[in-house]
């Protein structure tokens, strides 16, 4: 009881200790007496303040239920429906309808075309928390991407079928410019003197739901390429135009035209190659004039000698092109010429006639002879056959400049002409019995792979093809698939 006496009496200004009550309390039973005589106004002080805070806590609760009933009690909303599925609630329908006309206003301004929703909306009456209320920012967004809605669209053919669909004429025009810019933007813009196109492209005015309309980039994309399918390849350690063409059962022009813009001589591990072949839907013809030099062939006369065969020539004297200057006409169709008409041509030099020695002497039979003659006539030995550096070397180097003739040993039958790895350029007779014979680091090749050749026929030229140090040919005997050493071969009958 004694706990409780100060607080209550301070709540009946009895709390100031200097007061004469509490100077007159010198002790416990005085002060028992004290509160004897104060007792009633003590209870009194008491039950009132227990019925104050009481009426303040109700008063509070009251007010705070008040404010929050909607937070805490599902009470009326409006729920929006658009084809069936539920979108938003709102305490006021009418909230709704200027979202909506306010959506339908901003469309019609952007696409400066009327339209109208092909949607279902519907509004029916529900239950809801303030949480589940959206705001109209909110709801405008949410049905701009909801809603579906029909307009007057522009629609590009080409050949009558519909290629892209946009909301502007003018967009229409502009896609089929971009289609004509991107064949014709690395010509001289001076040099154009129209740019069409091969197939006949039409703009029709459509009814077109909004689901149907294209980005422009889009149809310029499906243009160009002529179809939407992405194929792409990354270029990995080893790889080349070759290898991946091959891989893809792609040719290798395919594989160009598929990246323009791709050196075919300097990929890199890590590049992003196309393997889709653009066909376009549009065949751009570009017409432009040009001014330009171009060759002017030269006529070849012949010398008849009795000491070479009629199959065998030697230039004597080199012909040389002419020079003239011409303007001209000229259609290319997708980048690719179809078309020239010549204006006007000027001569700056005149060609000169080559002039070519041949034989009258009909060609020995095609044929082993069973005798190997030197294939390099005047070279010198600048490596002869077997061990070297650590190594065994299976042929002869015979080293001769570069461009001289290389004959055949004997008569046989080509079974290779090509390139070989670090042989280069070579060629590979067979002239029976099991002999073989070889002529690599070839510059050039004067024979395909199965023609019969005569022994003492020139077959190819000089060069340093392959892994090689100089111009020399390297030449092989192999029998049966075996090589020995050409050295004891030349210039003796071998079978």
């Known amino acids: 009881m004694k706990n409780i006496i100060r607080p209550l009496l301070e709540k ?3 709390k100031n200790k200097n007061s004469k009550i509490f100077k007159q309390l010198p002790d416990e039973e005085e002060r028992q007496a004290i509160f004897l005589k104060y007792k009633d106004q003590i209870i009194g002080a008491a039950s009132l303040l227990a019925a104050t805070t009481l009426v303040l806590s109700s008063t509070f609760a009251l007010n705070y239920l008040n404010t929050h009933e909607n937070n805490i009690y599902s009470t ?6 658009v084809d069936g599925e539920e979108i938003c609630k709102v305490r006021d329908p009418k909230v709704l309808d200027n979202i909506i006309s306010k959506l339908e206003n901003d ?6 075309l009327d339209l109208a929703f092909n949607n279902t909306f519907e509004v029916v009456n529900s239950k809801a928390v303030d949480k589940e209320i959206l705001s109209e920012k909110e709801i405008y967004n949410i049905l701009k991407k909801e809603v579906d809605y029909s307009t007057l669209a ?3 053919y080409i050949d009558e079928d519909i290629i892209g669909i946009v909301d502007s004429e003018y967009k229409a025009r502009n896609i089929i410019e971009e289609v004509k810019k991107y064949f014709s933007d690395n010509y001289d813009k001076n040099s154009i003197i129209e740019v069409t196109t091969a197939e006949d492209v039409k703009i029709k005015q459509i009814e077109a739901n909004s689901s149907e309309i294209q980005e422009s980039d889009d149809i310029v994309n499906y243009i160009i390429k002529g179809t939407n399918e992405e194929r792409k390849y990354i270029v990995e350690k080893g790889d080349t135009y070759w290898t991946i063409a091959e891989y893809f059962n792609m040719t290798l022009d395919e594989l160009i035209s598929a990246n323009p813009s791709a050196d075919p001589e300097r990929i890199q591990i890590g590049d992003e190659l196309n393997l889709i072949v653009p066909k376009p839907f549009i065949n751009v013809q570009v017409k432009r004039k040009v001014v330009q030099e171009e060759k002017i062939a030269y006529e070849t006369s012949y010398e008849y000698v009795s000491y070479m065969f009629n199959d065998e020539e030697v230039i004597n004297k080199a012909g040389k092109y002419g020079i003239s200057e011409i303007e001209a006409i ?4 997708n980048g690719i010429q179809i078309a020239k ?36 006539p005047g070279s010198s030995i600048s490596s002869r056959y077997g061990s070297r550096s650590g190594g065994f070397h299976r042929g002869q180097d015979m080293a001769k400049a570069s461009g001289s003739s290389i004959k055949a040993a004997d008569g046989g039958t080509v079974i290779f002409a090509g390139y070989n790895g670090s042989y280069g350029y070579m060629i590979d007779i067979d002239h029976g019995g099991g002999f073989t014979t070889r002529y690599a680091h070839c510059s050039e090749l004067y024979v395909s792979s199965g023609e019969k050749v005569y022994q003492g026929k020139i077959i190819g030229a000089v060069g340093s093809t392959g892994v090689s140090t100089g111009p020399h040919l390297h030449f092989e005997v192999r029998k049966y698939g075996s090589t020995v050493n050409p050295a004891s071969y030349i210039g003796i009958q071998y079978r």
């Open 330 to 333: 000229v259609t290319e169709e």
């Open 154 to 156: 522009y629609a590009l």
């Open 341 to 376: 008409e010549v204006v006007s041509e000027k001569v700056i030099s005149e060609p000169l006639t080559e002039i070519v020695v041949t034989g009258t002497q009909d060609p020995p039979p095609k044929q082993g002879t069973g005798y190997f003659i030197n294939p390099l």
């Open 107 to 112: 469309l019609e301004r952007n696409s400066e």
């Open 12 to 14: 009946l200004n009895l």
């Open 76 to 81: 009326e909303s409006y729920t929006l429906l």
